[in-house]
């Protein structure tokens, strides 16, 4: 099993940036993949990016060019940084990981980041 903990939202002015952190812990070494979401509330759940144990990164199209993941395997985190904020980047923020040979989802609680206009 794997245990995720987001962390780094909060209230930034639109325009403004945030980097986001999800560290994972417990049995990190059968990680496949990690990714962010984000979700509003009564909205489902909306891939951001995805990024791979071997830092391979995939972007949704409507957040390219404004935001960038990394991964630090050392610290079994990853980074999500995001530009250029708007107020409809508001929303939860969510890291998931695809774990073992069964590619079990794991999410972590969330953080809140909310864009002031």
């Known amino acids: 099993q794997v245990q995720l903990v987001e962390s780094g939202g909060g209230l930034v002015q639109a325009g403004g940036s945030l980097r986001l952190s999800c560290a994972a812990s417990g049995s990190t070494s059968s990680i496949k993949a990690m990714g962010w979401y984000r979700q509003a509330p009564g909205k489902q759940r909306e891939l951001i990016a995805t990024?791979?144990?071997?830092?391979?990164?995939n972007y949704a199209d409507y957040v390219k060019g404004r935001v960038n993941s990394s991964r630090d395997n050392a610290k079994n985190t990853v980074y999500l940084q995001m530009n250029s904020l708007k107020h409809e980047d508001t929303d939860v923020y969510y890291c998931n990981v695809v774990w073992g040979v069964k590619k079990k989802t794991y999410w972590g609680p969330g953080t809140q980041v909310i864009v002031s206009s």
């Open positions: 990024i791979t144990n071997r830092g391979n990164t």
